[in-house]
């Protein structure tokens, strides 16, 4: 089956750096997006890895390890403003995205 | 980022009567629109999948007669709740994707669908 296991809650004091893992299983593999969801909100977009390694985006970093099936979103310098769900969605042979419940980040002065 | 609308926002109707969402991608041609359902605190659940011109791929358990779904341009897919009951009161979101398959897929602001 697929699946994705992220932390359902994590928290972090602003201005600190968190990192927020997931780890999944799919049948078959194209990439892997991480998206932010703000209560109330829908999904917007932060970044996607489809080879091996560190992709750097300002304050948000993403990590791929396809042979562990292992990913990593990186937040540096949190501000208040990142509370808020982290989806990490890998994409199926079928090109579909598998969604978790994501983890839910509490940012606390 | 690519923009995606969506209209209504929030929308509240009567049980029985039948509502329409529509998505719209601003600035680019979306080959395939997804529509979500989101319950609170729970994660996105994929409703159907649709290609423009041709018929809606709904996943298991999604009624295609109750949420008809048409994409008839490369910009616009509309959902429609027919009959609808408050069960079906819930967080529905579209996203879209460009002419590749490995695109991004980038989400409308949501529509949230009271039914009394």
């Known amino acids: 089956g697929q699946n994705i296991d992220q932390p359902t809650e994590m928290t972090a004091t602003e201005g600190a750096i968190v990192q927020i893992n997931c780890t999944y299983q799919t049948s078959g593999f194209n990439g892997l997006f991480w998206y932010q969801q703000h209560a109330g909100e829908a999904p917007t977009f932060l970044s996607y890895?489809?080879l091996d390694g560190l992709e750097e985006k300002g304050r948000f970093s993403s990590f791929l390890s396809r042979s562990k099936g292992y990913s990593y979103l990186l937040l540096k310098e949190l501000q208040m403003k990142d509370s808020a769900s982290y989806l990490c969605?890998?994409?199926?042979?079928?090109?579909?995205?598998?969604w978790g419940a994501g983890t839910k980040l509490i940012i606390k002065p | 980022g690519a923009v995606v609308s969506q209209h209504p926002s929030r929308v509240i109707c009567k049980s029985g009567t039948s509502v329409k969402i529509e998505c719209r991608s601003l600035?680019?041609?979306?080959?395939?629109m997804f529509w979500y359902r989101q319950f609170p605190k729970k994660s996105l659940m994929l409703m159907a999948t649709?290609?423009?011109?041709?018929?809606?791929?709904?996943e298991q358990g999604v009624e295609k007669d109750k949420f008809l779904i048409n994409h008839a341009s490369l910009t616009l897919s509309t959902l429609t709740v027919t009959s609808a009951h408050p069960e079906d009161s819930s967080f529905y979101i579209c996203?879209?994707?460009?002419?590749?398959?490995?695109?991004?897929?980038?989400f409308g602001p949501g529509t949230r669908l009271l039914v009394l």
């Open positions: 890895n489809v």
């Open positions: 996203s879209a994707r460009g002419t590749g398959a490995q695109e991004t897929q980038y």
């Open positions: 649709s290609n423009e011109g041709s018929k809606a791929t709904y």
């Open positions: 969605a890998p994409m199926d042979s079928n090109y579909q995205l598998i």
């Open positions: 600035d680019f041609q979306a080959t395939t």
